[in-house]
């Protein structure tokens, strides 16, 4: 990972927001802006605090012994993330299964797995790669499949200006990427597959 060279005075979220705005031409003082670097500032650390999460606190050992060995699934999983490019939101669903291998996970700690890499500043492909890849590592399982559909922001309020456009991306681990039967359970399951 790069490192930033970062100057002696640290700058505030708060204080780069309060000059956007004045770059912006707006009067950062007047009524309705007036605590605008404020919420700013605590609503990007709230939509970036993934980065002070750790995938093994989140699971926190709720990983437990069960002679199962069927597909596991939980589909429509909120997502919301910032795109890196610009800074925008995108948002959708996420779906998620994995085929045990003697251990299964507490159903909740995966969408907080989830919410771990959605809240980073993400591109949709990495974020699909880093929930299989952090699932396969922690539960061991014999596959992990990730699809996420999103609306990204970047590209329906800006540039291209395509509202209605859904990007959609997929990990396939393991036996999800080796048996095509258990990659098709798993998109007809959560419903992508005719």
Known sequence: METVAMSSKRISIEDLTHDLLVALGENPAREGLARTPE?????????????????RSVVNGAIFEENYDEMVVLKDIDLFSLCEHHLL??????????????????????????????????????????????????LEPRGVGVVIEALHLCMAMRGVQKQSTVCTTSAMLGAFRRDERSRSEFLHLIGRQR
């Open 39 to 55: 919420r700013v500032e605590a609503s990007l650390r709230f939509l970036t605090h993934g980065y002070k999460q750790d995938v």
């Open 89 to 138: 939101p995108f948002y959708g669903r996420c779906h998620v299964a994995y085929l045990p291998d003697g251990k299964i996970i507490g159903l909740s700690k995966i969408p907080r797995l989830v919410d771990v890499f959605a809240k980073r500043l993400q591109v949709q492909e990495r974020l699909t790669n880093e929930i299989a890849n952090s699932l396969m590592e922690i």
